[in-house]
């Protein structure tokens, strides 16, 4: 079959192609190798000898199923030319790549094959890190886009981009963010831009960006411009923060929530007790800075513990995860103050105690107070129900809320009958005047009341009582309860009567005596047994004096008996009242003479005679003027004068009721001191400027004067200035007398 004679091996015409880099070959119309050059034996791994007069058949069989060889063919028998990459394995594996172009040629076919393994492996390099690239990309879970910077079109974004915005890859690209309103801020974008085109820097930010459904994420991003094919881009980062954001959002809030406590809040690590962290509140407590407390632990703070309450209470928070104390704590200063700790164990990231401290300072001096006022109350209580007067609580409308021990012995009524009810049932037994009058008292006027009254006892015997009642107003001024004090006088009322009837009849006794005495004396001075020297009449005189004085006592206690015990009878008669002042300053003419008083009578002309009692006069006119002459110095003055008072006119700052009797008795003694003008009228009380005067007397004149006005309807009083002088008026009114 080879009688076409062979390419002269070494033909000079192809020689020239040694040299070249690219492989030449040429295989003749028989499949024979007739000339390749060295680049050519190169690409095929082979000799150059081992190939040139043999066929392509003969050296790789199998080589007609190859691709190759198909080119070949089809440019051998087609004579048309080919260009083709492909790439060749070689027996021993290795992989290489090469362009060839066929040229049909007249001896056959040329074939030109340049080596593009090193160009291939770099674009498969290329290619697979593209790959990696696209895949790391959308694998992120960042959310990744470039934009143009010109146009400010979306050039790619990652999948998270897509996942996050609602966008698809699709729906994005091409468009500007401002189309999608990604921003939800469009003024931020314009920001970022401008400070990125200005600088070209690596700028991070935080933003927040709008999905697809108008739902909102926060995120910081990162951006910086790159040049792509001389465009330039802007590669972004943004990380979702909204987690973070809330994270912090909560830590903050929890940060405020703990320094806005007023309790004081103590972190600690459970072992070493030391501070992890500490509220505001307990800083200003104990007066150290968060900083000194966190190098603390809770032992240098506490001072009302021992070491064996403290693993007594650890043990306890160890057991049941709490526990509720209370001890003391130091402050900076020094000072020491008790506090409650509620105590808990909590799990973070590791376990930790957790300490609410509240100052209970206050509270502990409140349950103090209370305790003392407790037992103060107990005191009280213990006071009035051992009283041995009646103590009666009622509320405003007199039910009985408490009575003490008391009551019920004096009533014989046990407290339950009692309590509910009004104190009508012991009492009640005054006419209805009275306690229609004491209620008015009590409940309008909002005054405490003073009474006797007669009550009576469960077993229906009376008993004579003492009562006051006073109203206990709230802050508004109205009665909030009635409390009553009520004192059986009915044993001192047996000893007054007895008493005074002890007085009646001794002073009734002693009278006889007395006007024996005085009858004596006075016939004695009088001559009738014979004349007498100066001495002893004198000394009879003396007698004599003392004897009326005497009298006037024993007139005086009669008077005072008949006036308390109520049986004082009034015997009105017609009285010159002019003569009857005239005679009782007659009484005093001897001190009068002695202290040289200038007298003064002065009684209103065409006075009608008076109807009164003559011994009430007497008493009361013999009184003032007595008491007028006692308390002036020699030289004074003493006024007595008697006049009219028609209804209606005012004496002294009193206004006369009805038309009366003035009796007015002016001195210009030593007067009444101020302290002591309110008692003038109580029973033996004699001002301290009287007793020295004059320590005689018995404070009986006035009081004794006073009740038996006030039995006339009559008024007494005074006008008085202490060292100046003393003016007592009685007005006594015409009809009663
Ligand atoms: P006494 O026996 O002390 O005079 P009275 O009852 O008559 O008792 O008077 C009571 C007190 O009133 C006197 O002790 C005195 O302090 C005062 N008193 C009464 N009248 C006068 C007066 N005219 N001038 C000064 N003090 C008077």
Known sequence: MNDTPPLVHGHDGWNILDGLLEGCMIIDRDWRYVYLNDAAARHGHVEKGSLIGHTMLEKYPGVEGSGIFAMYKKCMEGRTAGHEEMSYTFPDGSVEWYEFSVNPIPEGIFVLSVDITERKRAEEGARLSREKFTAAFNASPDLMAITGVSDGKILEVNESYSRMLGYSRDESVGKTTAELSIWADAADRERFVAVLEKDGQVIDFETMLRRKDGTTVMVTDSARVFDLQGEKCIFSTAHDITDRKRAERELRLFRSLLDSSSDGIEVMDPNTLGFVDVNEAECRELGYSRGELLSMHATDIDSGMDEERRSSIDAQVRKAGKAKFETEHRRKDGTIFPVEINVTLVELDKPYILSVVRDITERKAEEKMLRESAEELKKYKMAVEAASDNIILTDREGVVLYVNKNTSSLTGYAKEEILGKTASVWGGQMPKEFYEGMWKTLGEEKKPFSAEVVNRRKDGRLYDAEIHISPVLDESGEVRYFIGVERDITKAKEIDTAKSEFISLASHQMRTPLTAINWYSEMLIGGDAGELNAKQKEYFEAIYGASQQMNEIIKTFLHILRLETGSVAMNPVPVDLGEMVRLTVEESKLPIDKKRLRMREQVQEALPPLKIDSE??????????????????????????????????????????????????????????????DKIFTKFFRAGNAKTWDPNGNGLGLYMANRMIHTAKGTLWFASEEGRGTTFYALLPREEL
């Open 616 to 677: 009430l006069v007497r008493v009361v006119l013999q009184n003032l003027i007595s008491n007028a002459v006692k308390y002036t110095p020699d030289d004074g003055e003493v006024a007595i004068s008697v006049e009219n008072a028609a209804r209606g006119s005012v004496i002294a700052g009193k206004t006369a009721e009805e038309d009366s009797i003035l009796v007015s008795v002016r001195d210009t003694g030593i007067g009444i001191p101020e302290a002591d003008r």
